[in-house]
C-alpha cells in the first residue's frame, strides 16, 4: 500500500506540475493483448517448460503531455488479464494424461511512463519506460484433465479465486519498458505499440517458514490505437 500511494502521489505531482503544458496534451485508446506468464524463484517445483503465455485482453487509455517535440510523460489507466497457463503431458502408445491450467487475474493499472520520440511528421519512432502499478479485481482458475487407457476421457473445472485464502496478492508493482511507431491519420495518429512489463512484486502472500517460493507477473504487451491532441 505504502508504494502504492507513492506512485499515485507522485503521478498527481507530475499532473499538476503539467498544468501549463495542457494545450500541448493528446489522449488516445488503444487495444491489443498482453501474453502473460508468472516468473517463479528458483526453488519452485514448477519445471520452466510447464510454462505457457496465457494470452489476455489489454486496453489502454492514455493521456500523453508533452514537455517538449521529443519527451512527455505519458499516464496510462488499464485494464489488463495476467497470469499464467501450465500445461503438462504424459502419454505413450497405449495412455494419456494432460493437465492445462489457467489462472486468470483481471487487474486494473496505471502507469506512469517516460515517452522519447524522434523521426518526422510522415513517420515517428518512440520509446517509453517507468513504473506501473496494479489491482486485481477478480481472479478464475480453470481447467481441462485429459487421460485414457484406450477410451480418452475428458473433465473441466472452473472457480474463482479467493485472494486471501490463495494468498494472493491483489496488488501488482512493476517497470514496463516499450517502443511503438506513430503515422498521420486523420486529426490524430495511428499507432502500434509493444511492451514488456517487469513484474518487482512476488505474488504470494504466504510468510510461512515453509513458503520460499516468489511468483512474478511477466508479459509481453502489443496493441494498436489512436492519439488525438486536445487543447489547441
Known amino acids: 500500500m505504502k508504494k502504492l500511494s507513492c506512485i499515485l502521489g507522485l503521478v498527481l505531482g507530475l499532473v499538476l506540475a503539467a498544468q501549463p503544458l495542457w494545450a500541448q496534451t493528446r489522449v488516445g485508446l488503444r487495444g491489443g493483448v498482453n501474453l502473460a506468464r508468472w516468473h517463479w524463484s528458483d526453488d519452485t517445483d514448477i519445471e520452466k517448460d510447464w510454462i505457457k503465455d496465457l494470452p489476455g485482453l489489454y486496453i489502454v487509455a492514455p493521456v500523453e503531455i508533452?514537455?517538449?517535440n521529443h519527451l512527455a510523460v505519458q499516464i496510462e489507466p488499464a485494464?489488463?488479464?495476467?497470469g499464467?497457463?501450465?500445461?503438462?503431458?504424459?502419454?505413450?502408445?497405449?495412455?494419456?494424461?494432460?493437465?492445462d491450467a489457467r489462472t486468470k487475474l483481471d487487474y486494473l493499472s496505471l502507469d506512469m511512463l517516460l515517452k522519447g520520440k524522434f523521426g518526422s511528421d510522415i513517420l515517428q519512432f518512440y520509446a517509453v519506460g517507468g513504473p506501473g502499478v496494479a489491482y486485481a479485481t477478480k481472479g478464475k482458475i480453470t481447467a481441462e484433465m485429459t487421460t485414457g487407457n484406450?477410451?480418452?476421457t475428458t473433465e473441466e473445472e472452473s472457480m474463482d479465486i479467493d485472494f486471501e485464502e490463495a494468498n494472493?496478492?491483489?496488488f501488482d508493482f512493476g517497470v514496463l519498458f516499450g517502443a511503438g511507431i506513430e503515422v498521420p491519420l486523420g486529426a490524430g495518429h495511428f499507432l502500434l505499440d509493444a511492451r514488456y512489463n517487469l513484474g518487482l512484486q512476488t505474488l504470494d502472500t504466504d510468510d510461512s517458514v515453509n513458503s520460499q517460493e516468489k511468483i512474478y507477473n511477466r508479459g509481453v504487451m502489443f496493441s494498436a490505437g489512436f492519439m488525438i491532441p486536445i487543447g489547441k
Open 150 to 152: 484406450g477410451t480418452i
Open 168 to 170: 494472493i496478492s491483489r
Open 84 to 99: 499464467v497457463r501450465l500445461n503438462y503431458e504424459e502419454s505413450d502408445e497405449t495412455s494419456v494424461f494432460k493437465i
Open 66 to 68: 508533452e514537455a517538449s
Open 79 to 82: 485494464f489488463i488479464r495476467k
